[in-house]
């Protein structure tokens, strides 16, 4: 039988490339449900496509306008974050992929695995804010989460049939961003048209601007502690510009497996919603001879202050990540939209953390409290 999944962020980077990998893949997937925030255009063209039992625009003032053009398909229409909640837990669903950007994502993804759905989680923040409770709510639903981004993806493959040998450490990867090398002084100036070049991957605008401070890396730490079940002692950043090594695993013998490839979403995506197969597909084939120097690098966290803060906020621990990344969602925001400079985003962050209430043992309410709060200390700060 065909899996059945459900994109939730079917418009943004990570749902429009997994669309075209169920494309290539029509024996294998079949779209049952899609989701946009308010991109109605291209969610409309998705589901002329590939023809969803069901879609969900988060914008309820976007409604009609997909009502009027879906319905006549027998194309189910719904609207609000609500909705989205609820429809994660629909039977006809295998697989959900949470592929929306930021905080956005916690609330379906807490829904789709209280109701025992695989999840290929392509979104960090759900682990970054509340890793605790997800992995305890995953226990007692039996849900199983597949790692998207591609550095867990390489992780999580580095660890199958390795269940009864204990990880030492694991190596994450990081190309470095745009602006690797450069001195604090260097980035003063710096434009979010800069900062949206990344010089690897092609990925949404918050995910960009994330790889350019180091906060993307500093998220995926605080990922890794809560998917591996790992201690912050046990986690490396490595920098690889060539972003040819995904990430590795070194065990207690000292053996070390690393998973490599071209920097292409598609493979890990496809990894997610196959595992535990592996599918054969047409992407481009990776050749060593044409590729003879890969090289690491130390990360500078004295002039990309955000790793560092991750660190710090992940050694913290309580409600200390959550209130690190609803800081940075407004940074980047701002940043985005030329309220702040590139450096200020490490400041406004920073202060953040330290005038927001820390809560030790947090429970699902006070993530939310917290990350409201962030947000609102955040904004008054810009």
Known sequence: MKKRIAI????????????EVIEEQKDRFNVEVL??????????????????????IVDENKYDEVFKELNPLNIKVYSGSKS?????CSDNIDVVLTALVGYSGLMPTISAIKSGKKIALANKETLVVAGGLINSLCKSSLSEIIPVDSEHSAI?????????????????????????????????NITKEQALKHPNWSMGAKI?????????????FIEAKWLFD???????????????????????????????????????????????ERLKNNFKRFDFLQHPNLTFEKPDTETFKNLALAYKAMKKGGNAPCVLNAANEIAVEAFLNNKIGFLNMFDLIGNCLEKTNFV??????????????ARQIAKSML
Request: negative net charge.
């Open 208 to 220: 960009t601007i994330d790889s350019a401070t180091l906060m993307n890396k500093g998220l995926e």
């Open 230 to 276: 790992l201690t912050p002692e046990q986690i490396d950043v490595v920098v690889h510009p060539q972003s040819i090594i995904h990430s590795a695993v070194q065990f207690q013998d000292g053996s070390i497996k690393a998973q490599l490839g071209f920097p292409d979403m598609k493979l890990p995506i496809q990894y997610a919603l196959g595992f535990p």
């Open 8 to 19: 939730l962020g079917s418009t943004g980077s990570i749902g429009t490339q997994a669309l």
């Open 156 to 188: 999580y493959q580095c660890l199958v049939g390795e269940e009864t040998n204990p990880t030492e450490k694991i190596i994450l990867t990081a190309s470095g961003g745009p602006f690797r090398g450069r001195s604090r002084d260097e980035l003063v």
């Open 360 to 373: 030790k043992n947090p429970s699902l309410v006070d993530l939310v409290e917290s990350n409201n709060e």
């Open 84 to 88: 989205l909640e609820q429809i994660v």
């Open 35 to 56: 989701s946009a925030n308010s991109n109605s255009d291209l969610l409309i063209k998705q589901s002329i496509l590939h023809r969803p039992n069901s879609v969900v």
